[in-house]
Each structure stands twice: as structure tokens, then as C-alpha cells.
């Protein structure tokens, strides 16, 4: 008897380490057979890692299968005789497991007459111009599927491909040839699992601009690292994304749902409602409320929530559903972070900082000052060679004071005001005691929220540190990835805002020892904080362009690779 069910498949997900132990599942799912045959790269990272994320083949596939995958349940060929054997029947969104054959499948139709049974896989696309008129990949599928009903005892000779694009059935004969391939596809699949170690991307292959899975796999990219592509690779990635963040700062105010929109709600002021396809993220500054509707509908369309002090500071976050679920990278950041694969990467963190340090001081100082340039050179040197992590912090510290020192020179025009009192001040924080303190704070915890978010997306513990030591509420990886876009995000945000006239004196008030933005100075920041992100620059590495929000996700799958074996090299993200 086959029945209906609409319950998804569990697999035991194992690590991705080379050292990891094998723990591959007994039945292996046809559609990772499938994706195996189209790429063992992309099988690996859906089913060994899982890892998701969609675009508009996947969204328009769910489409395609939306009327098999909702159908009400039914049973196939009752063996008990309540279901007559001589009347075809059909079954929709058939789940179906051969313990023998080692696999399962979720079959979106199965026609069976008495014994015969009869396989149909919807397929979004077009028939293919090739001889079978079918891909291979959903050829072995489809015989999957077949060799799973021949085990449950029924005759299946061939099944049928329906590629709706096409309105068209291709029959699909399963001959010796095809049942070899498939059996071979299965074995290579457990094959790959067992190993632990993900295989090398496709090489310059058409299949990746399409794949759903190509911002994170990074082909190209990997390829260039591993030198098997020349530079520069293609740009898969779009350059900016449609969703963005959305800030609630206004005290009091509320976030609910209405229908696909988040409705933000703030005494006295008409409602602002955006839609939920709109949003990549949402954060919370200070006292303002969500209700349980709206942080369900985040963690359904995996948007996570972050809350944070008035001041910005980071306080907790709310991931999407169950976040990542790539545990092997969490176990290689545990075993990396007091070796020297750690040290290496914040080596090159540092040095990163410093360059782009000097190189903000050199292009918009008035008057160039050798004796600062000359020296953060020398620290971007000193990094490269640091023998501890305590020297390293030490050589970044001094890097710090001098970038700071000559800071007030780069305030000029409408921010000529702020420079004198940031000279005297110096940087300081906890609280910051002049303006210019004031917006830098707030920029960088906005910073270190964005490579937070990056750290959780790319499947890092944001709290463990490969320069920063541990410390409670800390998010010293994070920090880590701030490095080298502090002086090219924060900074560089926060001098224009001033010298631009767009920070003036009434966005800020004083309390106690310390000077705080305004609600208006907070909004003002944000803004320019996010014109800065959404901005286009050429990665150091790869040639195309960036925003530098798509950069720092890529620096955290970079740090990513490295960790998990992939590739010995991390370029810090510089500009010139």
C-alpha cells in the first residue's frame, strides 16, 4: 500500500570536517540523487550541510508542484482489498521508501493499474533539445522512484516527466542502462556523505548562474582562491539586494502583521506598513514592542530580528526559524579558534584595518602627514607578522591612536565645528564625550550588528573569536569581521554625515559625562550608514563589483572556506 504524507523527510545531518566520523543515513532521498547528478557540490551543501536559500526557480517549482503537494490524502493499491485492484487509481505526493535500495522519494503522481505503476515528476522548465528530451539528472531521479516501487512490489517499465513549461509528458524507459546509472548515482552519494569533505565547485560551468545555491558555494570564487580559474570571476550574485533592513527606533512604537506586510505603529503618527518580501531584516532600538504574529512570520520567511539598546548596542537576536543548520562549521570554528589557522586570519584582519586606515587619511587629508601614513604602513607590516594574538591587539591598539590622532583633519567644511572637540577628547566611549564619539559609537555597533548577522547566516558562533578573546555577551567574531570595514563603512560614513552638513549640533544632547544622539540623529545615521553599505566597490580580489553589504557576508564565507579546509588564502577586504 502507498499512502499519501505529507510530512518531510529527516535525515541525520552529519559534520563536514575531514575528520568527522560517517553517520550517512540509511535511505538517501531521490532528490538528492538528482542534485548529485547535476552537481555532487550542491548535493553536498543541501543535504550534508543544510544549507538553503531560494531564488526564482525554486520559488516558480513550488508553484509548478503546488497542486500534488496539497492534495487531500489517498491510498494506492490497499493490499487489504478495501481498494478495488483492477481500478487505476492515482496517488499525488506519494512518500515511499526500499530500505533495501537505500532510498526514499516523495513522488509527485504515481498511476498504478492492478500491479503497474506508472512514475510522473513534474518539472517547471521546458523539454530539453537533446536526445532523450529530458535531463539526465531528472532521468535517475525518476528511476529512483521506480526501483522504490519494483521493491514495494509493483511492475514499473518506464514513468513520465512533465515539463510544465511545455505542457508536455516525455516517457521515460527504464532500461538496464538507465537502472545501472541510477545505482550508481546512489553509491556515489553515499559515497560523497561519508567522506565529509565537500567536493570542489563545477568549473566556469553554465549551471551555476542559475543554482539557488551559488551565493553561497561561491564557484568562481573558490575556483580563483584554489587556482583552477583565472581571475576575475563571474559576478553570480546580484549587486544589490531588493529586501532591506528595516529600523524601528521611534520609543514606544510596535511591529505587528497584517496579511504579508509588517505594520510599524507609533503614537500619533499614521501606521507605516512594508511588506514582509521587502524586509531582510528587522531591529529594534530601545522600548519598542513586537507581537508574537509578526516574529512567527520572520522566523517563516527567515528574517532575523535584532534588539538593541537606544545606543544601539546590541542585545539579542532572533534568529530566522532555526538558523543554520551546518553544525560542521561551528565545529571547525570551536577547533580553529586558539590555533594558528586563527591567528593567520586575524593577522590579515588587522593588516586589512590598518591599510584602510591609511588609505582614508592619505586620499582626504588636506595636507598629507608622512610620518602618520609612514607608520600605519609599518603596522600593516608588523600584522603580517605578529607572533600572538597580545601582540597582535597590541599593534591594531597603536594603529587605533594614530588613525584617531589625525582624524580631526578629515573633519572639514560643515564639520569643521565637531574637530575641535573630538582633538580634545581623543576617542573615547562608555560613554563617548563629544559628537563625533557619539556617531562613531552608534556606527560601529550598527557595523558589528551587520556581521552578526553575516556570522549567523554563513553558520559561525558569533561568539567566539578568532582575534578577539571570549568575553560574556560579547560577539567578539563579529568584531573580527568588522575590522577591516570600519575605517571603510563606520568611519568613512561618519565624516561625511558631518562634513556634508547632514550631522549638526542639534542631533545630539549632553547627559551626565556623556553626549547621545538625538531620535532625529539617530535616524540621520542609520540613513547614512545604510547609503554607505548599499554602495558599489570593486572586490580587491575578484575584480567585479560589490556593495559592501554583499562584502562582508563574502569576507565571512571566505573565513568560512579556509576554516573548513577548502582554501589556505583570506584577503582582508582593501581598497586603494
Known amino acids: 500500500m502507498i499512502r499519501h504524507s505529507r510530512h518531510p523527510v529527516v535525515i541525520a545531518m552529519k559534520t563536514d570536517t575531514a575528520a568527522a566520523v560517517a553517520n550517512v543515513p540509511?535511505?538517501?532521498?531521490?532528490?538528492?540523487?538528482?542534485?548529485?547528478?547535476?552537481?555532487?557540490?550542491?548535493?553536498?551543501?543541501?543535504?550534508?550541510?543544510?544549507?538553503?536559500?531560494?531564488?526564482?526557480?525554486?520559488?516558480?517549482?513550488?508553484?509548478?508542484?503546488?497542486?500534488?503537494?496539497?492534495?487531500?490524502a489517498t491510498e494506492v493499491g490497499d493490499d487489504s482489498g478495501a481498494a478495488d485492484p483492477d481500478r487505476p487509481v492515482t496517488g499525488r505526493s506519494v512518500l515511499l521508501s526500499s530500505p533495501s535500495l537505500g532510498a526514499v522519494a516523495r513522488m509527485d503522481l504515481v498511476e498504478v493499474e492492478g500491479r503497474r505503476a506508472t512514475p510522473v515528476d513534474y518539472k517547471k522548465g521546458t523539454v530539453p533539445d537533446?536526445?532523450?528530451?529530458?535531463?539526465?539528472?531528472?532521468?535517475?531521479?525518476l528511476c529512483v522512484q521506480a526501483l522504490i516501487l519494483r521493491d514495494n512490489g509493483y511492475e514499473t517499465p518506464q514513468g513520465v516527466l512533465y515539463?510544465?513549461?511545455?505542457?508536455?509528458?516525455?516517457?521515460?524507459?527504464?532500461?538496464?542502462?538507465?537502472?545501472?546509472q541510477t545505482r550508481s548515482a546512489l553509491d556515489g552519494v553515499r559515497t560523497m556523505a561519508a567522506a565529509g569533505r565537500l567536493p570542489p565547485p563545477l568549473v566556469d560551468s553554465p549551471k551555476c548562474p542559475r543554482c539557488s545555491l551559488v551565493g553561497i558555494c561561491l564557484p568562481d570564487e573558490t575556483n580563483v582562491l584554489q587556482g583552477r580559474l583565472e581571475a576575475p570571476p563571474r559576478r553570480l550574485v546580484a549587486l544589490r539586494p531588493d529586501a532591506l533592513p528595516l529600523y524601528v527606533q521611534a520609543q514606544g512604537g510596535s511591529v505587528s502583521k497584517d496579511g504579508e506586510r509588517l505594520v510599524v505603529a507609533v503614537k500619533g503618527e499614521a501606521p507605516v506598513a512594508v511588506r514582509l518580501a521587502e524586509v531582510s531584516s528587522v531591529s529594534l532600538m530601545g522600548h519598542v514592542q513586537v507581537t508574537t504574529q509578526a516574529m512567527r512570520a520572520l522566523c517563516d520567511e527567515g528574517i532575523p530580528l535584532t534588539l538593541h539598546t537606544t545606543t544601539g548596542w546590541l542585545i539579542g537576536v532572533l534568529n530566522a526559524g532555526v538558523g543554520n543548520r551546518n553544525?560542521?562549521?561551528?565545529?571547525?570554528?570551536?577547533?580553529?579558534?586558539?590555533?594558528a589557522v586563527a591567528l593567520s586570519l586575524a593577522r590579515e584582519m588587522v593588516r586589512g584595518k590598518i591599510l584602510n586606515q591609511r588609505t582614508l587619511l592619505r586620499r582626504n587629508l588636506p595636507t598629507r602627514d608622512v610620518a602618520v601614513t609612514a607608520a600605519l604602513a609599518l603596522g600593516a607590516r608588523q600584522a603580517r607578522a605578529a607572533a600572538t594574538r597580545e601582540s597582535l591587539l597590541g599593534i591594531e591598539g597603536m594603529a587605533a591612536r594614530r588613525f584617531f590622532g589625525a582624524l580631526p583633519g578629515l573633519l572639514k567644511g560643515a564639520g569643521s565645528w565637531a574637530a575641535a572637540r573630538f582633538a580634545e577628547e581623543g576617542r573615547t566611549r562608555r560613554p563617548p564625550r563629544d559628537e563625533v564619539n557619539a556617531a562613531l559609537s552608534f556606527c560601529y555597533a550598527l557595523l558589528t550588528r551587520e556581521c552578526v548577522l553575516a556570522s549567523l547566516l554563513v553558520g559561525f558562533d558569533p561568539y567566539l573569536g578568532l582575534l578577539h578573546q571570549p568575553h560574556f555577551g560579547r560577539p567578539s567574531l563579529a568584531l573580527d569581521l568588522a575590522e577591516e570595514f570600519r575605517p571603510l563603512v563606520a568611519d568613512s560614513a561618519v565624516l561625511t554625515m558631518f562634513n556634508q552638513g547632514e550631522l549638526a549640533i542639534g542631533n545630539f544632547v549632553r547627559r551626565a559625562r556623556g553626549v547621545m544622539l538625538t531620535s532625529k540623529g539617530r535616524k540621520t545615521v542609520i540613513s547614512g550608514f545604510e547609503r554607505r553599505l548599499q554602495q558599489s566597490i570593486v572586490h580587491p580580489v575578484f575584480g567585479y563589483p560589490v556593495s559592501y553589504r554583499r562584502a562582508i557576508e563574502l569576507q565571512a564565507r571566505l573565513v568560512r572556506a579556509v576554516l573548513l579546509g577548502e582554501t589556505t588564502t583570506y584577503r582582508a577586504f582593501t581598497t586603494r
Open 26 to 72: 540509511d535511505l538517501v532521498p531521490a532528490r538528492m540523487v538528482n542534485e548529485f547528478v547535476y552537481c555532487p557540490r550542491l548535493a553536498f551543501l543541501e543535504w550534508v550541510q543544510g544549507e538553503w536559500d531560494d531564488n526564482l526557480d525554486t520559488i516558480q517549482g513550488r508553484w509548478v508542484h503546488r497542486r500534488v503537494d496539497d492534495e487531500p
Open 130 to 141: 537533446m536526445p532523450w528530451r529530458a535531463w539526465d539528472a531528472d532521468r535517475v531521479q
Open 327 to 339: 553544525v560542521g562549521v561551528r565545529l571547525a570554528q570551536y577547533a580553529a579558534a586558539s590555533g
Open 163 to 180: 515539463y510544465a513549461a511545455s505542457r508536455t509528458r516525455v516517457d521515460v524507459v527504464f532500461d538496464e542502462a538507465l537502472v545501472a
